[in-house]
């Protein structure tokens, strides 16, 4: 989390981490002042609103994205299906993150940063106006009445023929989508044209939903090796050298949450921001993810390990806020959010004498996934 001075220009693991590390790139790690030419000193009420509503909005995509995993894992929709993140995934994860920050860091020192970041505004206006559409879906199926028109629609893309036919793509969808789709695009061209902070948030915030809702750990393991490496990797790279930094004052997408300190004095031409990086969300927010599935799986009526991780990370991102308060100077949040968010739900789970049941925990993998392996062993065994 960082408070800064500048105007702020409003799948596989693999391609996983290519996003997550953006993501990282210019949260709290390594956003310190942009412009330190210009120092702004900000009214107690003022950084109290803007720390204060950073927290919130960070809150809202975990909390939710959450609760829409849990219906996530159980999809047919090839659209809605979650992507797992295995052990393995989880080992090599800091290994290809460093490496795509390490490229970034290059591409910035040897190309032209314009040229970069129109390029990067393009990408992130075509992934943002889908990440807003799937984000804003369910909300419209409730608010448009049951006498709406809703045709539905089906993408399929196959490959072979006859017996060999394999589905590539297999995507349902239906008017209201479309409407969806409209609306995110006007919110897209509004980023583009004017890189506003609100929408910039609305971007930020419809990533961060679908990265908690559609990223899944497979067990409660692999989600302390891969929290536990990019822990290593968040402090390595904003403490140890310039790259974070270097990367975070040139990169322009809409990949962190912003809020203007200067709003009570400017209103919404406000230019000077608080800022939190998606990753600070994205990647506790799946770990949670995870531990409300498991208090899912228990039958017991009960959400110990979801509140328990769900508070840990207010703790965490609250001493983050502190910390950085205190010292002046920007913080790498996994530093404080990692152990506070596998702490806090181990020593519940030591109290009620569930440590191994959950860390005994597996991803049931999607219904038709199942199947489909059932299917695949039942033909060899024919065969």
């Known amino acids: ?35 330190v030419t210009a120092k702004f000193v900000a009214t107690p009420e003022g950084t109290a609103l803007a720390y204060g509503s950073l927290v919130f909005m960070a809150l809202l995509p975990i909390f939710f ?57 393009v990408y992130f206006f075509g992934l943002g106006v889908l990440a807003l559409s799937h984000t804003m879906s369910p909300l419209m199926s409730r608010i448009f009445p049951e006498s709406f028109p809703n045709k539905q629609y089906q993408l399929l893309f ?39 902070w609100i929408a910039n948030n609305l971007f930020g915030l419809a990533f961060a939903l679908n990265g908690v809702e559609l990223l899944h750990l497979n067990n409660v393991s692999t989600g302390c090796i891969l929290l536990g490496g990019l822990f290593v990797y968040d402090v390595f790279w904003v403490f140890g050298t310039n790259v974070m930094v270097t990367v975070a004052k040139s990169f322009e997408a809409p990949i962190k949450l912003v809020f203007p300190q200067d709003l009570l004095e400017k209103g919404l031409e406000a230019s000077n921001f608080a800022m939190l990086g998606l990753g600070d969300i994205v990647i506790p927010g799946i770990f949670i993810a995870l531990l409300l599935r498991f208090d899912v799986s228990l039958k017991k009526n009960s959400r110990t390990y979801f509140y328990s ?21 920007a913080q790498p949040a996994l530093l404080y959010l990692v152990p506070a968010c596998v702490g806090f739900p181990v020593v519940v789970a030591l109290f009620k004498g569930e440590l191994t049941e959950m860390f005994r925990y597996e991803e049931t993998p999607p219904e038709h996934a199942t199947e489909t392996k059932e299917e695949t062993e039942s033909e060899k065994k024919d065969q």
């Not at 991780?309 to 100077?329: D, E, Q, R, W």
């Open 309 to 329: 991780s769900f508070l840990a990370y207010i703790f965490g991102l609250g001493l983050t806020i502190f910390v950085m308060h205190t010292f002046k100077h």
């Open 65 to 121: 994205g959450a609760l829409r995993s849990v219906s996530c894992s159980k999809s047919k929709n090839t659209s809605d299906m979650p992507e797992t993140i295995t052990s393995r995934d989880a080992a090599r994860f800091p290994i290809i993150a460093s490496c795509t920050l390490f490229g970034l860091y290059l591409f910035f020192k040897v190309f032209s940063q314009e040229y970069i970041n129109l390029l990067l505004s």
């Open 158 to 196: 196959t490959q072979g023929s006859g017996e060999s036919k394999e589905e590539i793509v297999n995507y349902e969808f239906d008017t209201k989508n479309l409407v969806c789709l409209l609306i995110s695009s006007v919110v897209g061209v509004w980023y583009l044209l004017k890189k506003h």
């Open 1 to 35: 989390m960082s408070s800064d001075t500048e105007q702020v220009p409003a799948s596989a693991p693999e391609a996983a981490a290519a996003v997550l590390d953006a993501l990282n790139a210019t949260d709290s790690n390594g956003t310190e002042a942009l412009n």
